[in-house]
């Protein structure tokens, strides 16, 4: 198993923990069956993904399940980009 840290902007948190609540289930269990689905549907789901895009994507992907990533928190991607970009 792999620990992740998953930043959520307020509104998108109060949304999940409402999910979690109604389904009886934890805010983390419902957070990570959502990023799970999310990262198979990409991988799953699209038959005209470049073949080398699809590598470099499981590369990734395998490097946060094994921990050997390194993970950034999502406000900071965002500002970067922000910043980069002159967003």
């Known amino acids: ?18 999910l979690a609540e109604s389904e009886g289930r934890s805010v983390d269990e419902v957070i990570g069956e959502i990023a799970n689905e999310a ?6 789901g699209d038959d005209d993904m470049d073949p080398e895009y699809r ?20 406000d900071e991607a965002i500002a970067r980009i922000r910043a980069r970009f002159g967003w």
């Not at 902007?9 to 949304?15: E, G, I, M, V, Y």
């Not at 990262?39 to 799953?44: G, K, P, Q, S």
Request: proline residues 5%; charged residues 25%.
């Open 39 to 44: 990262i198979e549907h990409e991988l799953d």
């Open 1 to 18: 198993m792999v620990a992740v840290t998953i930043h959520l902007a307020p509104a998108t948190l109060d949304r999940v923990k409402a």
């Open 55 to 74: 590598a470099e994507l499981v590369c990734r992907i395998e490097g946060i399940r094994n921990g050997t990533a390194k993970t950034v928190p999502a």
